[in-house]
């Protein structure tokens, strides 16, 4: 099979992303970009040009009929992954994968048919009273270390009492089952949509408690934005949600810093 660089990866991202916006534009459903790639938006005016992924984001009432229509689109070069559909997947949120790709992650298990994809996360309304917030939050970050456990293939302790308790941790993950774990995970983040609350989080938080949580108003408008040609939906209050999020967002990373996320490596199939 023929390597795919980077480069490429995000030209196929890119087509990827422009299917996902012809779905939603027709379909009226309102996405948005987020986390890197939002900042990519603003900042560079697309990918930025070290990452290798490309992220949305949609409310969950509007993720629940994206995930649906995708789950039944008869498209020959894309397909949709989540738990519901594949038994080996194991994240919260879903991806859009190009068939005609293969990839491979070193650190975390092997999915079939996985192949260079977008990711979409679901955003879901918390609780106004802050004890219940907080209980919610918690519970949410138990079961995502769970499902990273499972995931991943290593140990990262630094000594051997950690590994060992990490190996212990992991047994006991791969015994609960990533679809009882999954089940558990969905059920805590959705428990509050239906309620008045405020604000919002991801159905993957990759970041602290007070950064991870958005004002619902930052994403009640969205608007067309440049995105390496094409035009794409990002939150009108892009600044609040990206200040609130990474702080100085604006200023560049060190060299060290900017590097891709995924250790992966993509290839065409043959």
Not at 17 to 31: F, G, T, V
Not at 75 to 85: E, H, P
Not at 142 to 154: C, D, G, L, P, S
Not at 232 to 253: A, C, H, Q, R, V
């Amino acid at each position: 099979m023929r390597e795919i660089e980077l480069e490429e990866i995000k030209n196929i991202e890119l087509a990827i992303l422009k299917y996902i916006d012809h779905i939603c534009r027709e379909n009226k459903i309102e996405y948005f970009l987020t986390a890197g790639s939002l900042i990519g938006a603003i900042r560079h005016k697309g990918i930025i040009p070290w990452d290798d992924d490309i992220d949305i984001g949609l409310k969950r009432e509007n993720y629940n009929k994206l995930i649906e229509i995708l789950k039944n689109d008869e498209n020959s070069q894309y397909f949709l992954m989540d738990y519901t559909t594949q038994t080996d997947y194991f994240y919260p949120y879903a991806k859009l994968v190009d068939k005609r790709t293969v990839l491979q992650e070193k650190v975390v298990r092997k999915i079939s048919n996985y192949g260079i994809f977008v990711d979409i996360f679901a955003y879901d309304t918390l609780p106004d009273d802050a004890c219940l917030r907080d209980k919610r939050y918690n519970k949410q970050k138990k079961k995502q270390r769970q499902i990273v456990y499972y995931a991943t293939k290593e140990v990262f302790g630094k000594n051997k009492l950690k590994r060992l308790l990490e190996v212990i941790y992991k047994k006991y993950c791969e015994i609960l089952g990533i679809g009882f774990i999954l089940k558990k995970y969905n059920k805590i983040c959705m428990q509050y949509n239906n309620a008045d609350g405020q604000d919002m989080i991801s159905n993957w938080p990759t970041v602290k408690k007070d950064e991870a949580i958005q004002k619902k108003e930052y994403f009640n408008q969205v608007i067309d934005w440049e995105f390496d040609g094409l035009k794409i939906k990002i939150p009108e209050k892009y600044d609040s949600f990206l200040t609130n999020m990474y702080g100085d967002y604006m200023t560049l990373p060190s060299e060290e810093e900017r590097n891709g996320k995924h250790n992966m490596k993509a290839y065409w199939k043959e």
